[in-house]
């Protein structure tokens, strides 16, 4: 016997993979399976066993199986016990990739703002996630995955309707291309409103204090750096050594919602720490080696708490929409160069694309 459960624990032998000839323990007690389900885990747990010690396909049925559970125990038996077996996981992504790959390139020819939309595609991939093909991604099962969404990253509910409103783009898109692979978008009920939300303005003096209190370089060039230019998240976490020109005076942002890369000057504010920053990095690595979007919230109210300013919202956003204002209300730039400056949305830049002149670069740089 080369599987023994215990309260909804199957202790198992590895027969493949990095882990060959270690003992593993699947712990299933946190899926509250029922005993009828909890038999047919254990059955098809030992036959997948036995298809790895035999070096033979998984059974049909056991691959069906494998395809019906919820996604939640997919991933879980996937990321312990599939992890060097193809048969009856991969087929399925695999059906799903295919489609995403031909909607990234009939996405080129599309003419709508949001469907050229760089951040369409990088949330449809995340639909690979559900281990499905794509008959079987249900309502449900994306229900699932913006509850995981939400909880993994903590995404406010306007985040969230954002990722179904670019999941609903590809399987409208899907059904008109292959009505018989889908019947019914699983999209339909899922919430896709975004409520209008007033973002807070952040206050200088606050930032001022907020610098102060720093304990680090990054820190410091951190709030300096989304406090001068506006930048999306993103765009400041993934800013590379290349993309800082210290001879030139220069920051080039690789905007997160297409393929554009826009201009920033390297602001005052900001230069003074990069000298340090840039030490010893190479042209390929990252600015920020601590901050990341893993922990980029969790740092900044912890900072907001200790110095005893406001927490504002949304946290990085207000940034944003603060930089916006104050430019807005410089008489000598123009509404166009402001957009320039933050980024115009990928419908705008097609319609009044022009580049940043080197005179407004140097000024604000000054």
Same mark, same amino acid.
């Given at each position: 016997?080369?599987?023994r459960?215990?309260?909804?624990?199957?202790?198992?032998?590895?027969?493949?993979?990095?882990?060959?000839?270690?003992?593993?323990?699947?712990s299933?007690?946190?899926?509250?399976?029922?005993? &009828?389900?909890?038999?047919?885990?254990?059955?098809?747990?030992?036959?997948?066993?036995e298809?790895?010690?035999?070096?033979?396909?998984?059974?049909? *049925?056991?691959?069906?199986?494998l395809?019906?559970?919820?996604?939640?125990?997919?991933?879980?038996?996937?990321?312990?016990?599939?992890?060097?077996?193809?048969n009856?996981?991969?087929?399925?992504?695999?059906?799903?990739?295919?489609?995403i790959?031909?909607?990234?390139?009939?996405?080129q020819?599309m003419?709508?703002?949001?469907?050229t939309d760089?951040?369409?595609?990088?949330?449809?991939?995340?639909?690979? /996630?559900?281990?499905?093909?794509? *008959?079987?991604?249900?309502?449900?099962?994306l229900?699932?995955?913006?509850?995981?969404?939400?909880?993994?990253?903590?995404?406010?509910e306007?985040?969230?309707? /954002?990722?179904?409103?670019?999941?609903?783009?590809?399987?409208?898109?899907?059904?008109?291309?292959?009505?018989?692979?889908?019947? $019914?978008?699983?999209?339909?009920a899922?919430?896709?409103?975004?409520?209008?939300?007033?973002?807070?303005?952040?206050q200088?003096?606050?930032?001022?204090? =907020?610098?102060?209190?720093?304990?680090?370089t990054?820190?410091?060039?951190?709030?300096?750096?989304?406090?001068?230019?506006?930048?999306?998240?993103?765009?400041?976490? $993934?800013?590379?050594?290349?993309?800082?020109?210290?001879?030139?005076?220069?920051?080039?942002?690789q905007?997160?919602k297409?393929?554009?890369?826009? +201009?920033?000057? +390297?602001?005052?504010? +900001?230069?003074?720490?990069?000298?340090?920053?840039l /030490?010893?990095?190479?042209?390929?690595?990252?600015?920020?080696?601590?901050?990341?979007?893993?922990?980029?919230?969790?740092?900044?109210?912890?900072?907001?708490d200790?110095?005893?300013?406001?927490?504002?919202?949304?946290?990085?956003?207000?940034? &944003?929409?603060?930089?916006?204002?104050? =430019?807005?209300?410089?008489?000598?730039?123009?509404?166009?160069?402001?957009?320039?400056?933050?980024?115009?949305?990928?419908?705008?830049?097609?319609?009044?694309?022009?580049?940043?002149?080197?005179? =407004?670069?140097?000024?604000?740089? *000054?």
């Amino acid at each position: 016997m080369f599987c023994r459960d215990q309260r909804h624990q199957i202790i198992f032998r590895h027969y493949c993979g990095p882990r060959e000839g270690r003992q593993d323990t699947l712990s299933l007690g946190r899926f509250r399976l029922s005993d &009828r389900e909890w038999s047919g885990m254990k059955r098809h747990v030992e036959r997948i066993l036995e298809a790895q010690r035999s070096e033979a396909p998984i059974p049909r *049925s056991t691959a069906d199986w494998l395809k019906s559970i919820p996604r939640k125990q997919f991933e879980y038996l996937q990321s312990r016990l599939l992890e060097k077996q193809s048969n009856g996981c991969e087929p399925a992504q695999l059906a799903l990739a295919e489609w995403i790959d031909e909607y990234e390139a009939a996405r080129q020819e599309m003419n709508t703002s949001v469907a050229t939309d760089e951040a369409v595609l990088r949330d449809v991939r995340k639909l690979l /996630r559900c281990g499905n093909d794509v *008959s079987r991604i249900d309502e449900g099962c994306l229900s699932d995955l913006i509850v995981d969404l939400g909880e993994e990253h903590h995404y406010v509910e306007n985040t969230l309707a /954002r990722h179904a409103k670019h999941w609903n783009l590809f399987f409208e898109w899907l059904r008109t291309r292959n009505p018989d692979t889908l019947g $019914t978008n699983p999209c339909d009920a899922l919430n896709r409103s975004i409520a209008p939300r007033e973002k807070d303005t952040v206050q200088w003096e606050w930032i001022d204090q =907020l610098v102060a209190s720093c304990r680090t370089t990054e820190e410091r060039y951190w709030l300096r750096f989304v406090q001068w230019t506006g930048c999306r998240l993103r765009e400041g976490l $993934t800013l590379r050594a290349c993309d800082v020109e210290l001879n030139r005076n220069r920051i080039l942002l690789q905007e997160s919602k297409n393929n554009r890369v826009r +201009i920033n000057p +390297i602001y005052p504010a +900001i230069r003074e720490y990069l000298p340090d920053l840039l /030490r010893g990095l190479g042209p390929g690595d990252r600015v920020l080696s601590r901050i990341t979007e893993n922990n980029c919230y969790e740092w900044l109210y912890e900072l907001q708490d200790r110095v005893g300013v406001p927490r504002w919202k949304p946290p990085y956003n207000a940034f &944003r929409a603060t930089r916006a204002n104050q =430019l807005a209300a410089d008489p000598t730039i123009t509404e166009h160069q402001a957009g320039l400056l933050l980024g115009h949305s990928p419908a705008v830049a097609r319609r009044n694309y022009l580049s940043i002149d080197d005179s =407004l670069l140097e000024r604000l740089a *000054s």
